[in-house]
């Protein structure tokens, strides 16, 4: 079992930057491909960002890329995304995932089985 707690999200104006964080419970965190997905209201889950396990792997969202980037520190089981050059339709609920199987390589929710309760990112135009 594992629990992700996020934290970081709030209001910014576009253009500006905003580091979320992930806190992960439980002693196999090496092992889990960690994702970032983001809900606009109305509107589906959507894949961010992945990383693989080991940190050395990355994967991430076309309307993303070159904006954001993904981390982790095993040492302190945490997962970040640090967000540069936010854009109004980057307003979403911002979730931490885990996937025990390690597939860093996958986008969809349902790949995902442990999930943060989310935290909110508004960008102002």
């Known amino acids: 079992q594992v629990q992700l707690v996020e934290s970081g999200g709030g209001l910014v104006q576009a253009g500006g930057s905003l580091r979320l964080s992930c806190a992960a419970s439980?002693?196999?965190?090496?092992?889990?491909?960690m994702g970032w997905f983001r809900q606009a209201p109305g509107k589906e889950r959507t894949f961010v960002a992945a990383?693989?396990?080991?940190?050395?792997?990355?994967n991430y969202a076309d309307s993303v890329k070159g904006r954001f980037t993904i981390s982790r520190d095993n040492a302190k089981n945490t997962v970040s995304l640090q967000m540069n050059s936010l854009k109004p339709e980057d307003t979403a609920v911002y979730y931490c995932?885990?996937?025990?199987?390690?597939?860093?390589?996958?986008?969809?929710?349902?790949?995902?089985?442990?999930w943060g309760q989310g935290t909110q990112v508004t960008v102002s135009s």
């Open positions: 990383i693989s396990g080991n940190g050395i792997i990355t």
């Open positions: 995932a885990a996937d025990p199987n390690g597939r860093w390589y996958k986008r969809t929710t349902y790949d995902y089985n442990y």
């Open positions: 439980g002693q196999t965190f090496s092992t889990h491909a």
